[in-house]
């Protein structure tokens, strides 16, 4: 349980407090609802690369990590499909350093070319190390647009090409900036030893004079159901096969999105998952197979992806997954796996509650998916999924008409 | 009156580093719990730690393999009901070992403690090491090292670890497909025979660690096999090699990597802790001189460390990147350079500052929750201190002085005593 309180700043910031008095630590997580879903499809990875540009100096603050660092604190965010996430922890007493940090960027931003030009170069370099010069780290770019042909999930986050980051110009950041950079547009959490006294006058005092703005919402299109399998083959410098399965799921709001969780752990998650002992243990056909869902706020994806034991056929490889989802579906699920994946739910909520950091990141995004009691009441949502429930979206989405396949084979053999 | 934004809020010395500390209780069987008892949630972590790590074997990849195998059968349960009996439950279990040690770990909800470690008992004490378990393992693990072979980050760690202590020590050691090839059921049986049957070193609890939990544990950890009674072992930890020079050639890579490092001591040296803010200073945190200097001036890499890593026998300490591989010497002499820096000027006291304040702030945040006090207790128990070691750390980085870390970059930062592995 995740006790909270809830208020919005007249300029339209939602503010969530939480306190834990067992930590000496204070967290302030700001989520922005923008990610790279909002993009222009020309121009992707602008969510991510702005996400750099925020370190970089506000109206009035020079060095945002120096000032967070010479009081103790330290900071991070990530960018995901739909939102970008900003947060740091500070020694409960300096906390007001986070607050002055926090604000002043979102007031305003210093940018300028050759911030853009650094950066815009360090993003290139983590494109490459993240996708281009690992083994099989393009498989992303790859599937997405297989699955999406009309949604913005079509593109990942960094972007769909380099070209796009090395195309960005300093008036596309600037416009960026104003379009979704405000308090309207941000829910604040505030977690950890801090009471709800300070936690309200230190927003008032440093977020409430941040002017509210306009913007007109981003329409995004709705992905059309799928009604035919999809297929694509590419051949790679790597040393084993691989393939990639991908079915469209429902919304993270959708009542049927905790069953998918389910099957996915059902089917391949640890030594006593299905797709392990059958696939990987008893018929040796993969060196490593996983399955699991993309966790978007829209409709995401199911994915099994997995690697080939060498000299496996590709095609037999899939079969024996076609062959599994169908015994899933004919047998349904025990009462005994059903508990299971209940109660490895119920460890999984338990252990991510532990740290001011987790608790804010998780009410903060339970906020932005319009529910913000979700956070405390999914336990149950969870435990109230049947076998039927299961059953059902088993044989409705687990389905080839549903499906992307990415067949990715060796070069080296 | 308004806000006057230019001038940052007021920050205070950091400190209330009153530290949960971990508390022991003699079992009968003479062996010892340790237990820290803090968080909200109904959690424990059960960690038993033994000596059976890399440098208690004879062959390659014994211990790394044992730890792995524990879980693949015992004369009771088979691979598939010890995962399932665990999974049913909600628990999560592991078991790695390292260079100095191996720990197997039991994270679950505390209702179902006494429901799990049975199977975690069973684990410990009779484990069978199947033949048809092992064959699986060692082709999908000769299959990810095919993989991991294809990455820098993996090649740079194995060169550098190589180069530093040698190939044939406990700490230079990286497993071949011949040494995967190699290990057999018996090897393993024996090894775990000596390490880990009746050799358990301690337990560790954290987390909500209520009575109930203590009993329960005690209860099993009564058991006659869960004892301890071995003498360690010692082999070769590190060989003496003089610093190199190494590119493996990667074609196709559009990145380099590189690793710069050296043999270092351990924490149990009078200079080690005030070593840690000298690295904080040159590649220990986002603000770092080489982050500042390479990435957020340069442009030449998306990340940039530098880090000391403390054995029981030995250290070493190193900077580790990825670069734009047309710009590799531009970053070489960039990196030369920074720790140049370090040992012809004093560092400024604003900056030292800074990073005073940032150590105290981490940790802070490394003693935040049970599992990291845990984890703190664990290096303590490994290197023989008692808490005093952190307030003394503490104390040191709050009086540490320009002279002194312009003194210690001299010392050990010498570039004649550098090793330097390129990839790509």
Redesign the interface.
């Known amino acids: 349980m995740i006790n909270y309180s809830k208020f919005k700043l007249q300029n339209g910031l939602t503010v969530i407090h939480h306190l834990?008095e067992?930590?000496?630590?204070c967290v302030l997580n700001v989520l922005y609802n923008v990610g790279s879903k909002h993009e222009n499809p020309e121009k992707t990875g602008f969510a991510h690369l702005f996400e750099h540009l925020m370190f970089g100096g506000s109206?009035?603050v020079t060095d945002f990590?120096?000032?967070l660092?010479?009081?103790?604190?330290?900071s991070?965010a990530f960018t995901s499909n739909d939102l970008t996430n900003y947060y740091l922890?500070?020694?409960a007493?300096?906390i007001?350093?986070g607050?002055?940090l926090e604000?002043?960027r979102m007031?305003g931003l210093n940018l300028d070319q050759e911030k853009l030009?650094?950066?815009?170069?360090?993003?290139i370099?983590?494109y490459?190390?993240?996708y281009?010069?690992?083994?099989?780290g393009d498989i992303w770019l790859k599937v997405l647009p297989l699955a999406y042909k009309v949604h913005p999930y079509s593109w990942p986050t960094i972007g769909k090409e380099l070209s796009h980051i090395e195309g960005a110009t300093i008036e596309d950041v600037k416009e960026f900036f104003g379009r979704f950079y405000c308090p309207n547009n941000a829910i604040l959490a505030v977690s950890g030893n801090i009471s709800f006294d300070d936690c309200k006058r230190l927003c008032e005092?440093?977020f409430a004079?941040i002017p509210q703005r306009q913007f007109n919402p981003v329409t995004i299109l709705k992905e059309p159901k799928q009604l035919a399998p999809r297929q694509e083959t590419v051949y790679a410098?790597?040393?084993?096969d691989a393939i990639v399965k991908a079915y469209h799921i429902p919304a993270r709001t959708d009542g049927a999105f905790y069953s998918l969780d389910f099957i996915s752990d059902l089917l391949g998650a640890?030594?006593?998952s299905r797709f392990f002992?059958e696939l990987?243990?008893k018929q040796?056909l993969f060196?490593?197979l996983d399955v699991y869902i993309s966790g978007d706020v829209e409709e995401g994806l199911l994915v099994i992806e997995g690697?080939l034991?060498?000299c496996v056929n590709m095609l037999d490889a899939e079969k024996s997954i076609l062959n599994e989802l169908e015994r899933f579906k004919l047998e349904g699920v025990s009462a005994?796996e059903l508990?299971?994946v209940?109660?490895?739910?119920?460890?999984n909520i338990?252990?991510n509650?532990?740290?001011a950091l987790s608790k804010a990141m998780k009410l903060s995004y339970c906020e932005l998916l319009g529910n913000i009691e979700l956070a405390n009441t999914e336990a149950e949502d969870y435990l109230a999924v049947s076998a039927e429930d299961i059953a059902l979206s088993a044989t409705t989405l687990l389905i080839e008409n549903n499906c992307s396949t990415l067949y990715y084979y060796s070069k080296q053999k | 009156m308004s806000l006057n934004r230019a001038i940052a809020p007021n920050s205070a010395e950091i400190k209330n580093f009153n530290i949960i500390e971990v508390q022991k209780i003699p079992l009968d069987s003479g062996l010892d719990l340790y237990y820290v008892n803090a968080g909200n949630e109904d959690v424990v972590r059960v960690d038993f730690v033994f000596n059976a790590g890399s440098r208690n074997q004879n062959q390659k990849c014994l211990a790394s393999y044992t730890a792995q195998m524990l879980s693949e059968g015992t004369k009771r349960f088979s691979a598939k009901q010890l995962a399932d009996g665990l999974d049913y439950f909600g628990a999560y279990f592991s078991a790695h070992s390292s260079a100095d040690d191996a720990t197997v770990t039991l994270y679950c909800i505390s209702k179902h403690l006494d429901s799990c470690l049975p199977f975690i008992v069973d684990v410990l004490s009779d484990s069978t090491f199947p033949e048809e378990e092992l064959k699986i393992i060692k082709n999908n693990n000769i299959q990810r090292l095919l993989v991991n072979e294809q990455r820098n980050s993996f090649l740079l760690r194995r060169h550098f670890y190589n180069t530093l202590f040698g190939g044939n020590s406990a700490y230079g050691s990286f497993a071949t497909q011949n040494d995967i090839e190699k290990i057999d059921r018996i090897g393993l049986v024996d090894f775990y025979n000596k390490n880990y049957f009746g050799a358990l070193r301690f337990v560790l609890v954290s987390g909500r660690v209520s009575d109930s939990v203590i009993s329960t544990i005690s209860k099993y950890a009564k058991t006659p096999h869960l004892s301890n009674n071995t003498v360690d072992k010692s082999q070769v930890f590190s060989e003496s090699i003089e610093p190199q020079k190494s590119f493996i050639k990667k074609p196709g890579s559009v990145q380099s990597g590189i690793r710069i490092g050296r043999k270092m001591f351990n924490r149990t040296h009078k200079d080690y802790r005030e070593l840690q803010l000298l690295n904080l200073v040159l590649g220990g945190y986002f603000g770092s001189r080489l982050m500042k200097k390479i990435r957020e001036e340069s442009a030449l890499t998306y990340g940039i460390y530098s880090a000391l890593e403390s054995f029981r026998e030995d250290g070493c300490w190193y900077i580790e990147t990825e670069i734009n591989h047309h710009l590799r010497e531009r970053g070489l002499t960039e990196i030369y350079n920074e720790i140049k820096k370090l040992r012809e000027i004093k560092i400024s006291e604003n900056e030292l500052n800074t990073c005073k304040n940032y150590m105290l702030g981490s940790f802070l945040r490394s003693i935040d929750g049970p599992f990291s006090l845990a984890d703190r207790f664990k290096t303590l128990h490994d290197f023989g201190f008692d808490y005093n070691y952190y307030y003394t750390f503490v104390e040191t980085i709050k009086n540490a002085r320009p002279e002194r870390l312009q003194e210690l970059a001299n010392l050990y930062f010498s570039e004649k005593d550098l090793s330097e592995i390129i990839v790509g």
Request: glycine share 6%; proline share 4%.
């Open positions: 834990d067992s930590t000496k630590l109206a009035n990590d120096g000032e660092q010479k009081a103790g604190g330290e991070n922890t500070l020694p007493n300096n007001e350093t607050f002055w604000s002043d007031l030009d650094i950066q815009r170069s360090v993003v370099e983590e490459k190390e993240r281009l010069n690992q083994p099989y005092k440093w004079d410098d790597v040393p084993l640890g030594k006593s002992n990987v243990k040796n060196s490593e690697r034991t060498k005994d508990q299971k209940k109660n490895k739910t119920e460890t338990r252990f509650n532990m740290t």
